[in-house]
């Protein structure tokens, strides 16, 4: 997520009301999770595990719970808690605007789109031309939505992260200030929801189709020309290459990739990243040939056993 202006380390620090290292006029240009920022963006680290990862990560900013030796060419905000601070950011970069019409005036809507009643159009979408959406669609602030797109009945686009920091006194949720971006010629069936970024873009590519009661997690990126079959569940970022198929009841974990052109059968857990142009089968997922033989194999055991007897 970029800032609307430049600021100055200084202007953030001050912002969260906390100490910097580094040159007071150092540009922040905006921020962003880990795995998408970019020089002049912030990151936040409050583990010691993950330190190295986000000192060594694009980012030019690091806001961190512990003084440290700060990496050349770069600066820090030292917090208590980077995790609320993060979320004053969001909250103050991009704070939610409450609506009162179905439709925001707001919202840019492209020549011979047709929306079906009751459905909600919040802030700053875009959504191009020659679009059908079906009744009872909501589409939350900033989402943009291509040509040629067809959403059904029901499907929620722009709900925020699944993204919890475990408290003593409950779940502490990271605001979501990102974006669901929808390329052209796009199809999504009904009752899917497609959660937005936490500060980038969660992203349906070209040509792609989704089948009804589908999940896609935040910050996932969904490539051109995939089919993903119903109740599949994609958790956050999440990389699918493009022509990848994925039949029905199909859950993925989060952060892996799945390759161009793989076709993942029905009911298997993707619980780690796969080759593209394969086929594959059960949990753990493995190569579809190999698992079913596996299976065949042990239809064969109570033979087996009874020629032991």
């Known amino acids: 997520m970029k800032f609307p202006k430049v600021h100055s380390l200084e202007e953030i620090a001050n912002l969260l009301n906390c100490e910097f290292i580094g040159d007071k006029n150092f540009e922040v240009l ?45 600066a820090l905000l030292i917090s208590d808690d980077p995790f609320r601070d993060f979320n004053t950011l969001t909250k103050h970069f991009k704070p939610f605007q409450f609506a009162n019409v179905a439709i925001s005036p707001t919202a840019n809507i492209g020549e011979g789109t047709v929306i079906q009643p009751n459905t909600f159009i919040g802030n700053h979408v875009k959504i191009g031309k020659n ?45 979501s200030g990102g974006r669901v971006v929808i390329e052209n010629n796009v199809g999504i069936g009904a009752l899917c929801t497609i959660d937005k970024g936490v500060t980038g873009d969660t992203t ?23 089919l993903i079959a119903s109740q599949t569940g994609i958790a956050g970022c999440v990389v699918i290459e493009d022509e990848v198929t994925i039949w029905g009841q199909v859950g993925t974990t989060s952060g892996i990739t799945i390759g161009a052109k793989a076709v993942i059968m029905g009911q298997t857990g993707v619980t780690k990243s796969v080759e593209g142009g394969k086929s594959y089968f059960g949990t753990p997922i493995e190569e579809s040939r190999e698992k079913l033989k596996q ?12 020629k032991l007897k």
Do not use: W
């Not at 020089?39 to 719970?65: E, M, R, W």
């Not at 989704?210 to 935040?218: A, K, W, Y």
């Not at 299976?295 to 009874?306: C, G």
């Open 30 to 74: 905006g921020m962003n999770e880990i795995h998408v920022v970019e020089p002049g963006d912030i990151v936040f680290v409050d583990h010691p595990k993950y330190y190295d990862k986000a000192l060594q990560s694009a980012a030019t900013i690091v806001l961190i719970n512990k003084k440290v030796d700060c990496p050349e060419g770069k």
């Open 131 to 175: 679009c059908l959406i079906h009744s009872n669609v909501s589409i939350y602030d900033h989402t943009v939505i291509g040509d040629n797109v067809i959403i059904h009945a029901g499907t929620i686009l722009g709900a925020d992260a699944f993204y919890y920091k475990k408290r003593p006194e409950g779940f502490d949720q990271l605001i």
């Open 204 to 226: 349906i590519g070209e040509g792609t189709k989704i089948d009804n009661q589908v999940h896609v997690g935040h910050d996932s990126v969904i490539g051109k020309k995939c």
């Open 295 to 306: 299976l065949a194999n042990i239809k064969k055991i109570p033979e087996i056993l009874n």
